[in-house]
């Protein structure tokens, strides 16, 4: 079940929310269809699916495949953070830029345009990760050869009845005018990728305060012990503060941004330990039977739409939990589950996936994309950190 999940998922890559099924074979084989079936399904995801149920599409059920399919699994967890950040990356971009064109530019025209474009409706005020529903470099490739669209909008002119004028006056009607509005697509993605580069170098900086936020839940933790209750809370300045007055703070929804880095990387944090634990031996695999059962219950608010501090409410759960013994689920033994060892171990990966993102994945932000032909559009400008605005 281990081998058929993990080929699911690498047909899955790319295209979030787009199903896969299984079909059984005759024989004891198992074929992998995908049932991608969004218009806009970039052929780069399609090619890494069609490989991938080329190369594991008639896989003999048995010990050494699902030890191969174990172990495919296990080399792909470090690409799977990288794409990871990285789409979390062009999704707050694309949020950003819809407030810049909505609210700062009020071109609700262009706003509902790009929020519409491939089904990301109600994005704008969506806090949570996985709000784009296609892969990152998918996205950014299929939107610059957008060719240009025109659209026509019509509004109406104040007539009578209206502002205080008689609804009677024959003289004051209502008046419909109409006027072109072209939505250029190229420039749109161009501007993406400029906001992906200043909004990476931000997450470089911010990501370097996570220890601070380890400590501050520990502070916490032993404050509680010793008095019952944390009575220096109010006291305590904030790690990371955000205010939107101050236009030197960076980009748009940065304080939003932390708090979603915060929650991404404590999830991956929490996926990873289950995944290595279940693994080990029989203690570390009830760990993560019960950190498992832990998210299921306690940690819905990880995906989805959700308020702050997801991450920091989450860990308090977990150390108010009191050490117990729980069954095994494989041979029903008895093992000891010390919450405040597995709070301990997922605040240091927490750390270490925040320190991979900054030093790897947003140091190599600017998109690689193929080269257009003039015919398209003209070829994008390279980015370079020198050419994003400094930051305090």
């Not at 790319?14 to 970039?42: D, I, K, N, T, Y």
């Not at 032993?222 to 007055?245: C, G, I, T, W, Y």
């Not at 009191?322 to 095994?328: L, T």
Request: proline share 5%.
């Amino acid at each position: 079940l281990l081998g058929l999940a993990m080929a699911a998922h690498l047909l899955h890559v790319g295209v979030h929310g787009s199903p896969a099924c299984f079909l059984q074979a005759p024989r004891g084989e198992v074929s992998f269809l995908s049932l991608a079936s969004r218009a806009s399904v970039c052929p780069r995801v399609q090619a890494r699916g069609n490989i991938v149920a080329q190369k594991y599409g008639k896989a003999r059920i048995g010990s050494s495949g699902r030890q191969a399919m174990k172990a495919l699994g296990l080399s792909m967890a470090g690409s799977m953070q990288k794409s990871e950040i990285k789409d979390f990356l062009t999704q707050r971009a694309l949020q950003n830029l819809l407030f810049i064109l909505g609210d700062l530019g009020r071109d609700d025209i262009t706003a509902n345009w790009l929020e519409r474009w491939n089904g990301h409706d109600g994005l704008k005020k969506y806090h949570g990760f996985r709000g784009l529903k296609m892969d990152w470099h998918c996205y950014l490739s299929t939107l610059i050869r957008t060719p240009p669209e025109k659209m026509v909008v019509e509004f109406k002119r104040r007539g009578a009845g209206v502002g205080g004028w008689s609804k009677d006056n024959p003289y004051l009607q209502n008046h419909v005018y109409e006027y072109e509005v072209t939505v250029e697509p190229k420039v749109l993605a161009e501007r993406m990728m400029k906001l992906r580069e200043e909004i990476s170098n931000e997450w470089r900086e911010d990501l370097m305060l996570f220890d601070k936020e380890s400590n501050e839940i520990w502070r916490g933790y032993l404050e509680r012990v010793r008095e019952k209750e944390d009575k220096n809370a109010h006291m305590q300045f904030p790690v990371f503060a955000h205010d939107v007055s101050d236009s030197n703070c960076g980009t748009n929804y940065r304080g939003g941004n932390y708090d979603l880095l915060k929650r991404l990387s404590t999830f991956l944090a929490i996926k990873k330990f289950i995944a290595e634990k279940k693994r080990g031996n029989k203690n570390e695999q009830t760990s993560a039977d019960w950190l498992d059962r832990m998210l299921m219950v306690h940690g819905t608010d990880f995906e989805g739409d959700a308020g702050y501090d997801v991450d920091r409410n989450f860990m308090q759960m977990l150390l108010n939990q009191s050490p117990s013994f729980v069954r095994n689920a494989n041979d029903e033994s008895l093992a000891l589950v010390d919450p405040v060892a597995v709070v301990e171990q997922l605040l240091e990966s927490r750390c270490e996936i925040a320190k991979t993102w900054s030093a790897n994945s947003l140091a190599s932000s600017s998109p690689s994309l193929p080269a257009l032909s003039p015919s398209s559009s003209p070829s994008l400008p390279a980015l370079s950190p020198s050419s994003s605005p400094s930051l305090p």
